[in-house]
């Protein structure tokens, strides 16, 4: 039942990155949350919480949920070991709620995948290439917002597809990638092969940053156009532009594995079937799951879901 005070496009399907909220509930909610058999609870209960207000506002028709299957390593470590190798462990009281992550996703009747070689982004990824999800917009039938505040899933970003930060309310097209990163959508993965990622541990092109990587993707389709073409990068009316095409030439391996950990893969093994991802709202386990991690206060508000999910 749509909320008519609401301007929403007739279907809306969101892609929920999962470990982001997860985090930010662990770290900003006191540890003295439990469950009633004395389990930590802190990072379920604010990720319940997350969930049922975004489902709240945002009504959706199909939602999924993806999941880490390890916080800190991937595929990508077999291209390059010290992905992510900068990152502390995460702490034994934070895993131990992912299981009860992932059964409130599925108890809120979401669709929900996981891997542990895949990372959450790859899942997103390949759930937009993979599932016919229907006719984007225009015309304004469908539109999808990928929730998460992860920068990296900005280069998935197209004229129906948003990056949807959702504690800070903000929805990301591509005028705001390019306005954010100085590049479109379809660049970010060469941005982050040049500039580097010190979150994820992507080494760049030493001495590049983002204002000069953005700076020569204005003059190159891509990181392979660029290296390339590395004896133009001198002539460019950039300042240091011998300089910069000196570091590109001795590190343009680099930024070939750095553009490999960058992007997003779009073909992980995903469910294909569009109704598999149809949202209903929750299910019989949402009440028995509450009681036991008790969330009493979240309970009604779960259940009040009914009333504004969408009916088959």
Request: with cysteine; proline share 7%.
């Amino acid at each position: 039942m749509a909320n008519p005070e609401r301007d929403l496009p007739p279907e809306r399907v969101l892609l929920i990155d999962a470990s982001p909220y997860i985090f930010r509930s662990y770290f900003a909610l006191p540890s003295s949350i439990s469950t009633p058999a004395g389990a930590p609870a802190n990072a379920a209960n604010g990720f319940a919480s997350f969930l049922v207000k975004l489902l709240t506002e945002e009504q959706p028709d199909h939602v999924a949920v993806a999941f880490d299957g390890s916080l800190t390593t991937s595929f990508r470590n077999q291209i390059y070991p010290n992905y992510k190798a900068n990152r502390d462990l995460p702490a034994k009281e934070l895993v131990a709620q992912l299981d009860f992550c992932r059964r409130i996703a599925a108890a809120l009747g979401l669709a929900t995948d996981i891997s542990d070689d895949f990372e959450a982004d790859d899942l997103i990824g390949s759930w937009l290439h993979e599932v016919d999800w229907g006719t984007p917009q225009p015309p304004a039938k469908l539109h999808t917002s990928i929730v998460s505040s992860d920068k990296d899933l900005g280069q998935l970003v197209t004229d129906s597809v948003d990056l949807y930060d959702f504690a800070k309310g903000l929805h990301l097209g591509k005028a705001e990638i390019q306005s954010k990163f100085g590049v479109p959508p379809s660049q970010l993965v060469d941005f982050l092969a040049l500039a580097g990622d010190s979150v994820d541990n992507i080494p760049g092109v030493p001495g590049i940053g983002a204002k000069t990587a953005a700076a020569l993707l204005a003059s190159f389709a891509g990181v392979d156009d660029l290296l390339g073409q590395i004896d133009q990068v001198a002539h460019l009316p950039l300042r240091g532009a011998a300089g910069i095409a000196s570091k590109l030439t001795t590190h343009q391996e680099s930024a070939r594995l750095s553009w490999q950990l960058a992007l997003i893969v779009q073909d992980a093994p995903v469910n294909r079937d569009r109704k598999h991802y149809a949202w209903r709202g929750p299910t019989d386990d949402w009440t028995p799951l509450c009681e036991e991690l008790g969330f009493n206060s979240l309970l009604e508000r779960g259940l009040a879901l009914r009333t504004v999910a969408p009916q088959a």
